[in-house]
């Protein structure tokens, strides 16, 4: 069939679906089409309800008002098995995987029932969805072994493999994926829909979008602001303006940093760091975390990032060497780190540093050690007013005090802790994957942060995937590759490439 006629059939059809919470309406009257063979890209910031209207069309939320359309006939979608049932499936951010199993196992687990399927029969289908789609995995290996790539592609194989799979609903698929995968993952997206599919893709990347989407919706505050693809022009600026609604996107840019002759607030010196099993996740680096700037830290996710963060949080201790804040020679434990002005912001924060049941003004005091401590509590009234006049917590919108913290969205999670962390007015502030899951208002916003922080004295470690953003705001560079820490090097002498090819390789450029 033609591509043009393709675009005009809608496979899946809402109108006017309304989800509240409360007081709260995520989502408003919202119409919705996803055609045959076609990616259709949901926008929005945090918080605007992406992720409320996805689950709504992959049965995890009942809609208070609407209706569903599937092939033009009336839809129940709730539960995820009547919406699976009907072809919908959902690629989460975070995988539903049973990590001691293999992927086979965790396939026939998902898919058996429906097809009573043999195993020889089933990796059979594993093994030519992966090839048909460049979804490379391995079927006999234990999921724990995965990357977060890897456990997407068994994710993505699986919703393949549910019987009747047509439309398939991707939240923020790429926030897992290093650079370099995010090629061959808009690959396999166009090959999905050349076969027909509707896809549904939440995404804070613009660029993704414009590299592969027909249409874009664009959510704000629950309602739907903008729709462009169908007769409207799909265009970057336009869908940043839509989001942002009557907020401007402020450009970020560091104002190039002096040389390293500020004192170095941490040093470490012939530091080996082991990884969970006991293995040598770093070997024998020296580092210096100078006053006042920014120190980046790029590499292939996996490369020891974690590791080294924790270490730095003392959280996790040297296997050798020596780590000195201050001249101050440091033992692991992370209260006496935090004492020391240390504080880190954890690279998957929903996961760490979320406790359900207590509210942000909670989350604030639990920090690893109460940010004002009162007798053996914490002084309450304190820290509240505190966080109502910060303007870290103003500038990030962080949500009011008394809201339980497992109500935000992912990203609204991602501000309070950042904000948290930035309230300490750390003297040494260690931060994994700051814009992970963050809309560009607001990563812009946090950069801005972070920019402010060293400017006001701290030593910062900014650990990111993106190359643009270590750039951005680096005063120096190091890679971690090989087990190795390599550098630092100045961002004035090395370009994005040679930082690509350490990364790489390992080895000196
Ligand atoms: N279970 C819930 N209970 C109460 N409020 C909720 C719940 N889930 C979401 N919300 C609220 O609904 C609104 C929309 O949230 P949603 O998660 O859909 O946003 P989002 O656009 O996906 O954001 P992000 O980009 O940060 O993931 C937010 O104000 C959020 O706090």
Redesign the pocket.
Known sequence: MERENLLTEPLLSVRGLTKR?GS?T?NRSIDLDVRKGSIHAIL?E???????LMKMLYGVYKPDEGSVEIDGRPAELHPPAKARAQGVGMVFQDFRVVPALTVLDNIALAVEKGWGLRRRQLRRRIVDVSAKYGLAVDPDASVWELDLGQRQRLEIVKVLLMPGTRIIIFDEPTSVLVPQEVGAFLDMLRRLREDGYGILLITHKINEVLAVADEATVLRSGEIVFRAGQGEELAGERLIAAMMGDKTLKAVSRTAGGPDEAPAAMAVRGASIRGDHGELALEAFDLDLPAGRITGVAGISGSGQRELAEALFGLRPLASGTLEIGGKPMKPGVRSFIEAGVTLVSEDPVKESVVPGFTILEHMALDGYPLYPKGLGVDWSRLRAELTASPEAAALSVAAPDRRAE??????IQRMVLARALIRRPGILIVSYPSR?L?IGTAYTVQRQLLEAAAQGAAVLLLSEDLDELFKLSDRLVVLAGKRLLGPYRPEEIDQAGIGRLMLKGESA
């Open positions: 919470f709260l995520a929005g945090n918080g605007a309800g992406k992720s409320t109500t935000l969205s992912g990203g609204n899951g809309d």
